[in-house]
């Protein structure tokens, strides 16, 4: 590995916004907000959505109805045809 090519790695804590979860990491990511946990200073880093969070992992995933989306989409378009090539 060559030297003075590569980021710092930095203890780091991620936040999610949402839930409050914290997950401690490393990351090439600082910020100046910071913390001491365990007697190591760690960034605070707020993160929108994480596995905590995100409608997949927690189970709340809501599927959508494609075909009803279609059918109702065939209701009002369906009988509009484009235009043809004009004739010349």
Same mark, same amino acid.
């Given at each position: 590995?060559? *030297?003075? #090519?590569?980021?710092?790695?930095?203890?780091?804590? +991620?936040?999610?916004?949402?839930?409050? =979860?914290? $997950?401690?990491?490393?990351?090439? =990511?600082?910020?100046? =907000?910071?913390?001491?946990?365990?007697?190591?200073?760690?960034?605070?880093?707020? #993160?929108?959505?994480?596995?905590?969070?995100?409608? $997949? +992992?927690?189970? &709340?995933?809501? $599927?959508?109805?494609?075909?009803?989306? #279609?059918?109702? +989409?065939?209701?009002? +378009?369906? *009988?509009?045809?484009?235009?043809?090539?004009?004739? &010349?």
């Amino acid at each position: 590995m060559k *030297a003075e #090519i590569h980021p710092d790695y930095n203890p780091v804590v +991620f936040v999610d916004m949402t839930t409050g =979860k914290r $997950f401690i990491t490393r990351s090439t =990511k600082v910020s100046d =907000k910071k913390e001491t946990i365990d007697g190591v200073e760690h960034s605070v880093i707020s #993160i929108g959505v994480t596995s905590d969070s995100h409608p $997949f +992992f927690t189970g &709340l995933a809501q $599927f959508v109805d494609t075909e009803g989306r #279609i059918d109702k +989409f065939q209701k009002r +378009f369906g *009988a509009v045809r484009r235009a043809g090539k004009p004739k &010349l």
